[in-house]
Nanobody, 124 residues
Framework: QVQLVESGGGLVQAGGSLRLSCAAS????????MGWFRQAPGKEREFVVA????????YYADSVKGRFTISRDNANNTVYLQMNSLKPEDTAVYYC?????????????????WGQGTQVTVSS
């Protein structure tokens, strides 16, 4: 079992920045690929970004490329999402997810564990 706890969400003006953190506990954190997904009201959960177990490979949704950066600190069991140049359309609940087995980095169905989510609201 892995427990994931997100933090760092909040209200920010368009063009601003936020950094989300996801703290993991349980099984060996470095064994997991990690991802961030988001869900806006009335919309399906969508892929945002993912990182492999070592941090050597990252994967981004087109909508966030060049603005968001994922990183991980395996020594401290934490993954980060740095979000810059935020837009109102980035408003959503952001979820951290962990994937132990192989599968698509982009598909929510590939992830085994999920956090409770943190709200990000970007005002125009």
């Amino acid at each position: 079992q892995v427990q994931l706890v997100e933090s760092g969400g909040g209200l920010v003006q368009a063009g601003g920045s936020l950094r989300l953190s996801c703290a993991a506990s349980g099984r060996t954190f470095s064994s997991y690929a990690m991802g961030w997904f988001r869900q806006a009201p009335g919309k399906e959960r969508e892929f945002v970004v993912a990182i492999n177990w070592s941090g050597s490979s990252t994967y981004y949704a087109d909508s966030v490329k060049g603005r968001f950066t994922i990183s991980r600190d395996n020594a401290n069991n934490t993954v980060y999402l740095q979000m810059n140049s935020l837009k109102p359309e980035d408003t959503a609940v952001y979820y951290c997810a962990a994937r132990y087995y192989s599968g698509s980095f982009y598909s929510a169905q590939s992830y085994d564990y999920w956090g409770q989510g943190t709200q990000v609201t970007v005002s125009s």
